[in-house]
T-cell receptor
Framework: KQEVTQIPAALSVPEGENLVLNCSFT??????LQWFRQDPGKGLTSLLL?????REQTSGRLNASLDKSSGRSTLYIAASQPGDSATYLC?????????FGTGTRLQVFP | SQTIHQWPATLVQPVGSPLSLECTVE??????LYWYRQAAGRGLQLLFY??????ISSEVPQNLSASRPQDRQFILSSKKLLLSDSGFYLC???????????FGPGTRLLVL
């Protein structure tokens, strides 16, 4: 069964800290892996997409890595800000289906 | 640029009543379209996807159905709502399965 797990489920940190969010998946035969951000009561916003042949992607203060053989991805957020507070979702694409993790709820306080 | 719309934003319905949620996409042609449900404390679950007009694939057996009457219109329906249908419903589109999906603002459904 293809499952995606995210740890931790929730995280609360002071502003300025560097963060690592973790995502693991059971089936390594992936097409790509995506990280999304979801604000409360809102839809999802795509942050980064890593193809199965890639090792990492960067966008501004965000860096996502992929280790397909071990079934893991990490999202690194540098110099966190209160505006980064949201739920971060990892999603793995298999053939024609996107499997989502349950997310990490991040709160960055001033 | 492409945009995706969902309505209504919020809906409160009694058990046994019908349901119709609408999703429309602008600025692209022949997109893949998806319906997801996000229940409280759970991840997103894919309900239906469509690769073209009239083509619907169902991922899980349930009380819901989907239709795609036009290229950029995707409708989620039910004849009789159950309490368990409550949740946050998200529509998404992509150019194909391997590209990123873009999500709408969602519809929050509460069945009482």
């Amino acid at each position: 069964k293809q499952e995606v797990t995210q740890i931790p489920a929730a995280l609360s940190v002071p502003e300025g800290e560097n963060l690592v969010l973790n995502c693991s998946f059971t089936d390594s035969a992936i097409y790509n892996l995506q990280w999304f951000r979801q604000d409360p009561g809102k839809g999802l916003t795509s942050l980064l997409l890593i193809q199965s042949s890639q090792r990492e992607q960067t966008s501004g203060r965000l860096n996502a890595s992929l280790d397909k053989s071990s079934g893991r991805s990490t999202l690194y957020i540098a110099a966190s800000q209160p505006g980064d507070s949201a739920t971060y979702l990892c999603a793995v694409l298999y053939t024609d289906k996107l499997i989502f993790g349950t997310g990490t709820r991040l709160q960055v306080f001033p | 640029s492409q945009t995706i719309h969902q309505w209504p934003a919020t809906l409160v319905q009694p058990v046994g009543s019908p349901l119709s949620l609408e999703c429309t996409v602008e600025g692209t042609s022949n997109p893949n379209l998806y319906w997801y449900r996000q229940a409280a404390g759970r991840g997103l679950q894919l309900l239906f996807y469509s690769v073209g007009i009239g083509q619907i694939s169902s991922e899980v057996p349930q009380n819901l159905s989907a239709s795609r009457p036009q290229d950029r219109q995707f409708i989620l329906s039910s004849k009789k709502l159950l309490l368990s249908d409550s949740g946050f419903y998200l529509c998404a589109w992509s150019t194909n399965f391997q590209e990123t999906q873009y999500f709408g603002p969602g519809t929050r459904l509460l069945v009482l």
